[in-house]
């Protein structure tokens, strides 16, 4: 019994010496109440960020119109918020922003690429302006043939990796002499967080380097070009494939001067976007989006029209016609009037049987067509107009003018059916030419 009550008393001892330990350590450090020090306010006129962390930057964008097309439809690596102080440049300038593809395919598997040919040939007819980022699957060949053409009817392409994810950009990069290596570059000598964030100061004279005097990329890598870089690192800064020293471009352009790439897509998120010369970069970028001089051809119809558009008849009989006319180009959210007299300032569609074709001689003449009961064209044997319709575009700087002729009411109301369901482009002879008989 007393063996129990000692082992009792010996597990009673050790919460008593406890309770003592801490009781004395609370008595011996604490002193009182704590007392906050006081705040200190210190002027918003004395407080100096750092070198790196601002960049003053206010414009007075050019207005255009116009449409840029982003690509969503190849598994794109990136996050739409983030391409956000881009896309407002682009709609300050006047620019709509057309979506190639959705981002979510919960409900619906991705298209094939059969299904994205069809996609992006359609879209690149309306578009000025094409901005790949990221993408994750590979271009096909047909469809480098399409953004190929895209650009060589001067249309823009912008292309932007990261090296910190995942993409497949070369696949279409490759076509126009652009190759972006699977590297990072770095400093330890000087940068703002750590050696990846890299400073940038030399640069070569260009539309898109315009004003720049010293930019901050935070996950850059390199790219070669045959077009040549339009930014370079200095000597400290290293590429993580490279060991000698030497300039790397993570900034170019193509041979073609249409189309620009950067290794680098964090540059323009914010908050970065607003270090050093940042924002101005991405402002130099939303004018060469939106700066190019778009050849637009028969086969994009209707987008070469940018403006109300004035339907002109050769007779009063095709008001018929012309009422047909007009649906059609509401759908594509064109506004058009039925006019008596042309404006040469307007954008302009003639309607008119071949026997009209004198009211056109200026437009007819240019593209080498002669009509007298017979049609000639540089690019046709001779075709008898019974039965046949022609569409006919003529383009200047300030605007564009269809010119449909046919030889009945019928067969021109067949050809404007053919011009709403995209038909038409199979009876392409030209660039600017259509020649059709009966359907």
Known sequence: MLALLSKTWRLLLIPLFALAFFSGAYFFFYRGGYQAPPTVKIPFEEITAPSSSLGAFAEVPPIRSGVLLLD????????????????????????????????????FPPPDVTQRLALLDEKLRGADSFAVILPDDSYATQEVDIVERFVKKGGRLLLIADPTRDHDINSLANRFGIAFQSDYLYNTVEYDLNFQDIFIRDFRPDEITRDLSQIALYTAGSIKSFGGGLAYTDANTRSSMVERAESFFPLVKGRDGNVVAISDLTFMIPPQNSILDNDKLVSNLADFLTGGDRRFELADFPHFFDADIDILLGRASLLGVATELKSLLSTFQLRSDIRGVEDLRSEAIYLGLFEDSPNVVQYLDVAGIQVDGTLRTPFTPDIATDGTAIILLHRTRERHVLVILGHSEAILLDTIDRLGSGTFRSGLVDDMLGVYGPS
């Open 72 to 107: 969503l439809v190849h598994s794109n690596n990136f996050e739409e918020a983030e391409l956000g102080s881009l896309m407002s440049r682009l709609e300050d300038r006047g620019y709509t922003i057309d979506l190639l593809g959705e981002r979510d395919h919960k409900d």
